[in-house]
């Protein structure tokens, strides 16, 4: 057993001290896998945020109950009155036309703008969390609600937190699509790398293998290969994003900013990081398996 | 150790190298495989370690019916023959420590066990000083020296060897011969092929003659 490791960790070594002598080459190779790699992970940063933010929506479903603009006091009280006695309400709040817009003029920066309309242009509203926020449940709500007087009509944001989720459903596939294809890209990459490799390396080949070699002492090596190539891609893709990510998050945070949210991509996460670095490996390994069993097959 | 019977092999163009061939070789014993070129001696030591398959007949070595043997069991038949190939096969970009760690890391020697028993091969065969050279800087004897030091570092039970003395002078070849007689002395089977008389009436040993394909056996030195 002793000795098993002490052969792997020899191959291990060796095959390292193989990829650090030939800087240039690896570097270009990771380079160009890692690069491939940023795809699907990049893919995955973006559908993580929004799922996220999918879950913040979903966590506080409001409707959100815009009155008529002409409507009264009286009738402000008829809604309230209404709302108070319905039992599937859990908590409402009111929010009178000059407080929407002094709001709206402090998330938007158009305070001048506003300032200069000749009467308030917003509708007093009722925002409204309900016990029960199945998609059923809010549908006869907003059904009932509309009937009420004065109510001119009713919003809620489930319908595009919907449409996202759906969003992220397909996009969910195609990453799982886009990841199996690229990480056969990467594979096929580095099979390729390896099958130039064992060419170049044939005599030493079959020298080990007139000695009493197995094939699996000679795959070794470049299954290491293959998985150490795999790890460094994985590291250069994680690499790339976070940078990417730090560039792009200044923006993105302005131009939320801008809707009045906070939205930013996230970073990945310890276990999304185990799983690039992992995936990445297997995908080198799997690339090696190929590349060694289809050329030392023929020598 | 070595048994072949009614062992024939054929090439490709229907070339026959060797017909009906009968041979025992015992324990211990050192014999000399002699005849000319492409009389068939490297096709018969080609056999013997399984690097290649007899068309016809059944080869027993060390106990083991080669002609019966998995692919996947023919590794470890050789790592028990210690074997000089008459193109030296040497690893010509690795120096010469690693060219006789090669076996041992194959066997799966640790790397402390390896080093040491590769010096002492090199010990034996007086190439200790030359570890850290290149292949390409050893002279002809120097080269053939460190594959006979790759052939018995792992301490063989049979040594085939393909023509040692081709291309050497005649101390080199002395030499080379001494080392193999001493090996045999040592209990090893040796088998060597040579057209070499030199080789041949120093090392008066059984000779195996081989002509075109088929066997005449008989001892003592003899002339092409």
């Known amino acids: ?299 | 150790m070595i048994s072949l019977k009614q062992v024939s092999k054929r090439y490709p163009g229907n070339l026959e190298a060797l017909r009906d061939l009968n041979l025992d070789i015992s324990t211990g014993e050192a014999v000399l495989l002699t005849g000319r070129s492409g009389a068939g001696k490297t096709t018969l030591l080609k056999l013997v370690s399984a690097i290649e398959m007899p068309s016809a007949g059944e080869i027993m070595v060390n106990g083991q019916s080669i002609t019966r043997l998995r692919r996947s069991q023919i590794p470890y038949l050789r790592r028990s023959i210690g074997i000089v190939f008459q193109d030296q096969k040497l690893l010509f970009d690795s120096d010469v420590l690693t060219n006789v760690t090669l076996p041992l890391h194959i066997c799966g020697q640790s790397r402390s066990v390896a080093m040491k028993r590769a010096r002492a091969a090199l010990d034996r065969v007086g190439l200790l000083e030359r570890e850290r050279s290149l292949p390409v800087a050893l002279s002809g004897g120097e080269r053939q020296r460190l594959c006979i030091a790759r052939a018995i570092v792992n301490r063989p039970s049979l040594l085939l060897v393909d023509e040692p003395t081709a291309n050497l002078d005649p101390d080199y070849a002395k030499a080379i011969i001494d080392l193999f007689r001493s090996f045999h002395q040592a209990g090893v089977t040796v088998v060597i092929a040579t057209h070499d008389i030199e080789v041949i009436n120093r090392f008066p040993l059984r000779q195996i003659h081989l002509d075109q394909g088929r066997l005449l056996n008989h001892t003592g030195p003899t002339t092409y």
């Not at chain 1, 893919?43 to 959100?64: A, C, D, F, K, W």
């Not at chain 1, 994003?241 to 302005?254: E, F, P, R, Y």
Request: glycine residues 6%; hydrophobic residues 50%; positive net charge.
């Open chain 1, 1 to 299: 057993m002793l000795n098993w490791i002490s052969q792997h960790w020899h191959t291990f070594w060796q095959t390292l001290g193989r990829l650090v002598r030939a800087p240039i080459s690896t570097l270009l190779a990771i380079l160009v896998m890692g690069t491939t790699l940023c795809l699907p992970a990049g893919l995955y940063l973006m559908l993580h945020s929004l799922n996220r933010l999918q879950g913040v929506i979903h966590e506080n479903p409001q409707v959100t109950i815009f009155m008529k603009i002409l409507s009264n006091s009286s009738d402000i009280q008829q809604v309230n009155g209404l709302l108070n006695q319905d039992t599937e309400v859990k908590d409402y709040k009111f929010i009178p036309k000059n407080e929407a817009l002094k709001s709206l003029a402090q998330r938007s920066g158009i305070t001048d703008l506003l300032a200069g309309l000749p009467s308030n242009p917003l509708p007093d509203a009722f925002v409204v969390r309900l016990k029960n926020s199945t998609p059923e449940n809010i549908a006869y709500f907003k059904n009932s609600v509309l009937n009420w007087p004065s109510v001119d009509s009713v919003q809620y944001d489930a319908i595009w937190a919907q449409r996202l989720a759906a969003l992220i459903s397909l996009g969910r596939n195609f990453i799982i699509l886009i990841s199996v294809l690229l990480a056969f890209t990467v594979s096929v990459i580095i099979g390729n790398t390896i099958r130039l490799q064992i060419a170049s390396r044939q005599a030493e080949i079959e020298v080990s293998i007139l000695i009493g070699a197995t094939r699996r002492f000679i795959r070794r090596p470049f299954l290491y290969f293959g998985a150490l190539q795999g790890l460094a891609s994985g590291l250069i893709a994680w690499g790339i994003l976070q940078l990417c990510l730090m560039a792009i998050n200044v923006k993105i945070s302005a131009f939320s900013n801008l809707y009045g949210s906070i939205f930013i991509l996230h970073s990945f996460s310890p276990s999304a990081i185990a799983v690039l670095l992992a995936g990445s490996s297997v995908a080198g390994w799997l690339g090696a398996i190929f590349g060694t069993s289809y050329a030392i097959k023929n020598i």
